[in-house]
C-alpha cells in the first residue's frame, strides 16, 4: 500500500522560515515525481512545487526563490523549504507522488502577519 507521510507545518510569522518533510514509501519513491500542493481555506488545491526523478524542479510563480524543493532518494523522502513565509502562504500543504498519483493527509502551515 501507497503511503505518504508529511510532518513538519506549524505557525510561524511573517518573514520566518519551515521545512516540509513528506516520507513515502520505497517502492514508489524512485519511480515518482514528488510534488507539494497546498490548499487555503475557500481555494482550489494548487501545485506549489515539483521535482522529477532526476532532480529537476519547478515552481508555482508565487513561491520562486522562497521556496525550495528537494528530495533524498536514499531516505524516501521530498522536503519543501519555505523561507520569506508570508500570510498568503497559509494553507495545508499535501505531498503528491506521480505515479501512482497518492497522497498524504496534509500538514497546516499558518503564517502570521
Known amino acids: 500500500q501507497v503511503q505518504l507521510v508529511e510532518s513538519g507545518g506549524g505557525l510561524v510569522q511573517a518573514g520566518g522560515t519551515l521545512r516540509l518533510s513528506c516520507v513515502a514509501s520505497?517502492?514508489?519513491?524512485?519511480?515518482?515525481?514528488m510534488r507539494w500542493y497546498r490548499q487555503a481555506p475557500g481555494k482550489q488545491r494548487e501545485r506549489v512545487a515539483q521535482?522529477?526523478?532526476?532532480?529537476?524542479?519547478n515552481y508555482a510563480d508565487s513561491v520562486k526563490g522562497r521556496f525550495t524543493i528537494s528530495r533524498d532518494n536514499t531516505k524516501n523522502t521530498v522536503y519543501l523549504q519555505m523561507n520569506s513565509l508570508k500570510p498568503e502562504d497559509t494553507a495545508v500543504y499535501y505531498c503528491?507522488?506521480?505515479?501512482?498519483?497518492?497522497w498524504g493527509q496534509g500538514t497546516q502551515v499558518t503564517v502570521s502577519s
Open positions: 503528491n507522488a506521480l505515479p501512482p498519483n497518492a
Open positions: 520505497r517502492r514508489i519513491f524512485s519511480l515518482s515525481e
Open positions: 521535482i522529477s526523478t532526476g532532480g529537476t524542479t
